[in-house]
C-alpha cells in the first residue's frame, strides 16, 4: 500500500530535514514574525502554519464536517478524516524523498484530491506546482 497513516509527522520531518544537507532547520513550533502583517483589522492573523491549524481542528472537532465534494459523488470528510488522509499522503511524500524547500508537479483537476495533496505539501514544506490544462486557441484567420 503506497499511503501509511502516522499522527505525529512534524518529528519525522524534522528528522528527515536534519538528515539532509539543510544547514538550518526550521520547525512548526517556531513563530514566523516576518510573515506577520499587522492591518486595519482587529483579527490578528495566526502564529501557525496550515498543517498545524488542520491538526488543532481535528483535535477539538474530529466528527464535524470539513469538506463536501459534490462532484465526487457527495464526498465527505470529518476533520479527523481529512487530516487522516492529509498525515498518510504527507508520509508517503517523505518516503519517496521529497524534502522542505522541494517542488512536485500535480495535475489534478479540482477534486478531493488536489485538496489533500495541497495541505500534505504545506506539512512536508514541499511547494506544489500545479500543470493546468489550457484551451487550444483556434488559429485566426
Known sequence: MLFRSTRSLYPLIATRLASSSCA??????SKLTLSYDYSASN??????????????LAQAYPNHECYLFQAEGKKRYTYKSFLDEVDSLAASLIDLGFEKGDRIGVWLPNTSQSCAMSYAATKVGIIKVIFLKTRQNKKHK
Open 24 to 29: 538550518t532547520t526550521i520547525l512548526p513550533e
Open 43 to 56: 483579527v490578528p492573523l495566526l502564529y501557525h502554519t496550515l498543517g498545524q491549524h488542520l491538526d488543532q
